[in-house]
């Protein structure tokens, strides 16, 4: 999620922590929650040093990686206790108690967006979304909205939480159910066309009823969008054209290889010249919309195959030209 909703989720934590009149009558004990709180929110994220220092390939390989991790969960809390602690004292505990939960909150709602995270590392590699929210969601943002409306007008921290997180919780739950009744729509209008099919993606758009689409089968990628009133419409077509016999050269480049780690529906297309020199375009079709691939990549290779130019390229007018098709079907 973006920074934005992740401090909200620290402020709920403090709210939640005024529900309890130990604390609600401390008021150092309460500045303390609050600190803690906000920075464990915010905490995994401090990855963006990465793209400093390392640029946007190394970026794109770690951020929402190591830092989001089971150790993090635990490393995290403890680093933001003790820095907390010198101007806490006696505060241990609670700086990392509720440091902890902020990171835990923050890794939670970052697993139900699309770009997702290594949340379970190590037990897993992979990286887990779950697509049920977009990064910026403004309905969460106006929930929170209304939580610091009512925490400034005098409303009881209890009061406050009831109005903001149990919305928020029915909200989340019908995106899921959205979600798993568009992809039951996208499987049953396959099994219509006769086309075999692997992955599906039902990705979040703008709004409830809109959804992103991607389809992988043995001879290309779909991409489209699903729609809880208008049913399934897909609208570019990417071919796979076997590119697998450049796929050994290619281990050499360091953007062929993050993305082959991150992307969910890696499209490959390899071009060679009359020298031999290659040029191989990629993308993540997970994150297109209309014929716009905003996240793709290039690599050049001479003749021998030394990688002379990669690149990764954000936000690119259109990534090739695709084949345009046009199927529908109602969902009713």
């Known amino acids: 999620m973006d920074n934005v909703t992740h401090a909200l989720h620290g402020l709920a934590l403090y709210a939640l922590a005024a529900t309890d009149p130990a604390l609600a009558q401390d008021p150092t004990a309460m500045s303390a929650v609050l600190w803690a709180a906000s920075l464990g929110s915010q905490a995994p994220d401090f990855d963006f040093v990465v793209r400093l220092f390392g640029g946007d390939i190394a970026y794109l390989k770690h951020h929402r990686g190591i830092t989001h991790s089971i150790p993090a969960w635990l490393i995290w809390p403890t680093v933001l206790a003790l820095v907390l602690w010198i101007f806490f004292p006696g505060h241990f505990g609670l700086l990392w108690w509720w440091s902890f939960l902020g990171v835990i909150v923050h890794v939670g709602m970052d697993l139900l967006t699309t770009y997702g995270t290594v949340a379970f590392w190590p037990l897993s590699k992979r990286r887990y979304g779950w697509d049920i929210l977009m990064i910026v969601d403004v309905v969460l943002w106006a929930f929170g909205a209304l939580g610091i409306y009512l925490w400034w007008t005098g409303v009881s921290p209890e009061r406050v939480l009831w109005y903001t997180i149990l919305p928020s919780a029915v909200y989340l739950l019908l995106r899921v159910a959205v979600q798993f009744y568009l992809r039951s729509q996208v499987r049953r209008f396959y099994e219509k ?99 716009r691939l905003p996240l793709t990549a290039q690599v050049t290779l001479d003749a021998e195959g030394k990688v002379l130019e990669e690149k990764l390229i954000r936000k690119p007018d259109k990534f090739r030209k695709n084949d345009k098709t046009n199927k529908n079907h109602d969902a009713k």
């Open 193 to 291: 066309t006769g086309l075999k099919i692997g992955r599906i993606s039902v990705i979040p758009f703008l709004g409830m009823f809109r959804w992103n689409l991607v389809v992988e089968s043995a001879e290309k990628y779909e991409l489209g969008t699903a729609h809880l009133r208008k049913g399934v419409s897909i609208k570019n077509s990417y071919e796979r054209k076997g590119a697998e016999q450049a796929l050994a050269v290619l281990e050499q480049s360091q953007v062929y290889q993050v993305f082959r780690w991150f992307a969910r529906h890696l499209f490959l297309e390899v071009k060679k010249d009359e020298t031999g020199q290659m040029r191989a375009e990629m993308a993540d079709l997970t994150f297109g919309f209309s014929d």
